[in-house]
């Protein structure tokens, strides 16, 4: 019992030393990615057509990635904001998620968005897209790995919906998971899907997903490969505000 309490304690201690060296390192990062967006602004101004259509991609790539560090203020402290729901377009996050990892040019990976055009989903779209964008890119990540070069590297996201839940899956050809990695999936530091990482990835996924009251999991199937199922309810709407509506 005391080997254990004190291997207990240590841990603690190691965890409160990382998030203040994650918090010194999210203070450096958010001024350093601040001074980017600030260069890309003048980038946006030039009149040459590749800028003009990739400035504003890496602007809104910045921006996101500014407004996470400066929700993180030290990792045990480091929580998800409420959702900003709204009605968002899930093709196109899709479509931005895939070019934000470079899939449409990927030179061995075949990406397949097989969204429905305007299908829409009740979510934050910032959450949903780095949601989004962590399980894609496990999954390129895991195919990367992959040397044969007959060994088919696919990636597609699908959805559908069921009544008020949407339900995606992201579903690839890779190795899939092992049953070592299974048994702490979506917990941070335990869960990594492969060798060297973290988990981090999952556990924030699944973190976003909890907060707009759905559920992740990875299904078990018989096809090679990985396949995570996200379900998204819709927001519940107030009796007396839905009764309001249906009088107006």
């Known amino acids: 019992m005391q080997s254990h309490l004190t291997e207990s304690l240590a841990q603690k201690r190691h965890l409160a030393d990382l998030g203040l060296a994650v918090s010194k390192v999210n ?42 560090c400066q929700t993180t203020l030290t ?9 900003q729901r709204r009605l968002v377009d899930l093709a196109r996050i899709c479509h931005e998620v895939a070019d934000v990892l470079g899939l449409e040019q990927h030179a061995t990976i075949v990406f397949d968005n097989r969204i429905e055009a305007n299908f829409e989903v009740d ?11 962590n399980l894609c890119r496990n999954a390129v990540q895991a195919m990367d790995g992959e040397g044969d070069p007959a060994v088919v590297r ?5 959805a559908r919906r ?21 048994q702490h999936l979506f917990q941070a530091f335990q869960g990594g899907v492969r060798p060297g990482g973290a988990g981090l990835g999952l556990a924030i996924t699944a973190e976003i997903v909890r907060a707009h009251g759905g559920a992740i999991a990875l299904l078990d199937q018989s096809a090679p490969g990985a396949v995570f199922e996200i379900s998204l309810p819709d927001r519940p709407i107030a009796f007396d505000l839905a009764a309001r509506a249906r009088v107006g």
Do not use: M, W
């Open 162 to 182: 069921e009544g008020s839940v949407v339900v995606i899956r992201v579903c690839d050809t890779g190795p899939g998971v092992s049953a070592k990695a299974r």
């Open 75 to 83: 990792y045990g402290r480091a929580r998800e904001r409420e959702p």
């Open 154 to 158: 696919r990636l597609f996201i699908e």
């Open 123 to 133: 979510a934050d779209p910032d959450q949903l897209f780095r949601a989004l964008l």
């Open 27 to 68: 203070h450096d990062l958010r001024n350093l990615l601040a001074s980017a967006q600030l260069f890309s602004d003048r980038i946006a101004a030039l009149p040459d057509p590749a800028v003009q259509r990739f400035a504003p991609k890496l602007i809104a790539t910045l921006g996101r990635a500014i407004d996470y």
